[in-house]
């Protein structure tokens, strides 16, 4: 498995998803479970808690490949998002990301101030970049969330769901998820909004790269939301992943 940079900014759409919650004194806590399969053959899986207050969020996870795609590429890692909620507004504090694939093992630390990336550590540290690649800027990452927090941001209402844009960072690619309304053909169907999805790349990838051409140019998307809570938050609920080689179906169930 490559550096999750591309297929964790895809997950990210679908990893705060609700199942069973419990509410004490204004705490809202939701727990559910992932599974992602490609031509009905299991590929990958995930279990999150979303621990939400009136001020502030902690989301945590594990994932792992699973089935056929665990023979040839055995990956577990963790995850995890927290930060405060303030007037409607995201203001993530830490972001951790931890994995093993075969032998590999990987850290990304980002720490914020005041909701701004303010440091970022890959361990190991990533190789010197050739003249190919798209640096970051502090341009690109004002304003920029990790690939959780992002998808926290509340709406007034649903129609406002599928009418956002979300600057995401990863701790090495920065990219924007567009959100729009979905045709009658092409929702997802049952009690949910349907939104298309587009992936736009900013910077912290290599020009020429064909996966990260083809999700911007060709990958179809659709994600299933649902309301989240009583806050105004709507959650991925399921996910179609356009790729190379073809659909990934994502499908969160509830965790008791």
Known sequence: ????????????????GPAG????QGVETHRFRYSASLFGIPIGKA??????EADRFDVSGRFA????????????GTVRSKGR??????????????????????????RYEKGQVAKTVITPKPKKRGKDWVAISNKDLKGALDPISALLSPVQGTAE?????????????RADIVFSPAANGERIGGDVVTCKARFVPVSGYR?????IAFLRDKARILVAFKPLGTRGYHTPVQARIGTKIGTVYIEGRPVD
């Open 1 to 16: 498995m490559i550096r999750p940079a591309i297929v964790h900014l895809s997950l990210a759409l679908i990893l705060l």
């Open 21 to 24: 919650s419990a509410h004490a």
């Open 47 to 52: 279990d999150f808690t979303s621990r939400l």
């Open 65 to 76: 490949s699973a089935g056929v795609a665990r023979l040839f590429d055995k990956t577990d």
């Open 85 to 110: 909620l303030s007037s409607g507004a995201v203001l993530p504090a830490s972001y951790e990301l931890a994995y093993v694939s075969g032998k590999k093992r990987e850290t990304t630390s980002i």
């Open 161 to 173: 769901v599928c009418n956002r844009r979300f600057k995401v960072f990863d701790g090495e690619m």
């Open 207 to 211: 020009k020429g790269r064909s996966t």
